[in-house]
């Protein structure tokens, strides 16, 4: 926020962005790197691909509660749509940079989720395919698209925070926490 608060119509988020495109002009270049930055830093707190690694890793050990963490997506569609705008981004380099990121994180965490046999590691791959499928949606920087990511961005939550709590009944009950061993149940 520091480095584009120069360029700011005003000091607050605003909807469709609230970037001075006067101001921006001759400093898009930089904006779009400040841009690309910021989707990276807070990438990796969405679980994006090459940073996932944290993400599975914190699941298996987190209380079943706590495993419904949304707030790096929410920073990704707060920073593109509010701060600066579909329409400063729209087809610049930073916007394919994320498209793409989103949709290698979607198949690498489906394919992870696919093989993993610990449960709650299962479904932490999967929130991070499931968060991606959001991020490219607004990614995609249309009202459409920013409604269908909004959508699932709220059944994931309701989903996920229900499979989390359904695996540590699993695990606290049953003392099951691998997928083989929920054959049957």
Known sequence: YFFIAYYMAAPDFAAGGAIDPVRAAQHRPLLLVIYCLMI????????????????PAAHPVAPAPASAVLSGVVAVIRVTYYMFGPEFLAGSW???VLLTLALATVFVGSMLAYREKLLKRRLA??????LSYILFAAALMTTQ???ASFLHLIVHSVVKIMA????GAVLH?????????????
């Open 145 to 147: 698209a920013l409604a």
């Open 40 to 55: 990276v830093g807070f990438g990796a707190k969405a679980g994006m691909v090459p940073m996932q690694a944290w993400l």
């Open 173 to 185: 009950y049953a003392h099951r926490e691998y997928v083989p061993q929920l054959e049957g149940l």
């Open 164 to 167: 989390f709590f359904t695996a």
């Open 125 to 130: 791959y999967s929130t991070v395919s499931n």
């Open 94 to 96: 930073p916007q394919y």
